[in-house]
């Protein structure tokens, strides 16, 4: 039982995420964008000229539900990563440093939701670290810690994704975006553990409901 409920805290975290992300930028009366803007954007507070990383006025009348989202993704992905244990997990340092990778990307997303890039920039900053350095190198460990009866494809691609996203961190922060944008590179570094997430959670519901206890 403590497996499901990791299972389904990971499932409705992740898909109240995208659906308020989608309900967030509806809102703006100037387009949102996925390349032009960050994710960020959508959570601050003010209605601002904004100078860096790139000149854009920025205003998100639904920053209070964004960053009540961002707080409850965070809530959900630490409860997921604590409750998952052995149904999903081997016993060893790399399931060990995984899942708390995981859990460290969760805070950053709480610290994120409490602390809007235009409030507290550098609490934000902390935040997105977790999730961009820390959660990513932990997604990537992952995959050496999940447990054996988890096929070796599934494996593979964990630790694919967290390498993935590394990279993508590591070009955002150059400023090299490959013609997808800040925002479209920082996606690129936050969205894979999420997915994961919703996958593996999804996979263990449905297809192992007699290993779910």
């Known amino acids: 039982m403590r497996v499901r409920i990791g299972y389904w805290a990971w499932i409705v975290g992740v898909v109240q995420?995208?659906?308020?992300h989608w309900v967030a930028e509806s809102a703006w009366s100037r387009p949102y964008g996925w390349a032009r803007n960050n994710i960020s954007?959508?959570?601050n507070a003010h209605c601002a000229f904004q100078p860096e990383p790139e000149p854009q006025y920025v205003c998100s009348p639904e920053h209070g539900l964004m960053n009540g989202s961002f707080v409850a993704l965070g809530v959900l992905v630490v409860v997921g990563a604590v409750l998952t244990g052995g149904g999903l997990w081997r016993?060893?340092?790399a399931a060990a440093v995984g899942r708390l990778g995981l859990a460290a990307a969760g805070r950053g997303f709480v610290l994120a939701g409490l602390a809007p890039a235009d409030v507290n920039e550098n609490r934000h900053v902390l935040g997105a670290l977790l999730i961009m350095a820390v959660g990513n190198i932990g997604l990537a460990l992952a995959g050496f810690g999940l447990a054996e009866r988890t096929p070796p494809a599934l494996r593979r691609g964990t630790t694919l994704m967290g390498c993935a996203a590394i990279v993508a961190f590591?070009?955002?922060l150059s400023h090299r975006h490959l013609g997808l944008g800040m925002?479209?590179?920082?996606?690129?570094?936050?969205?894979?553990?999420?997915?994961?997430?919703?996958a593996v959670a999804v996979r263990g519901i449905t297809r192992h409901p007699q290993a779910v206890q």
């Open 170 to 172: 590591g070009l955002f």
């Open 91 to 93: 016993r060893g340092p």
């Open 183 to 198: 925002g479209g590179m920082e996606r690129l570094a936050v969205f894979p553990l999420l997915i994961w997430a919703l």
């Open 41 to 43: 954007d959508l959570g």
């Open 17 to 20: 995420f995208f659906v308020v």
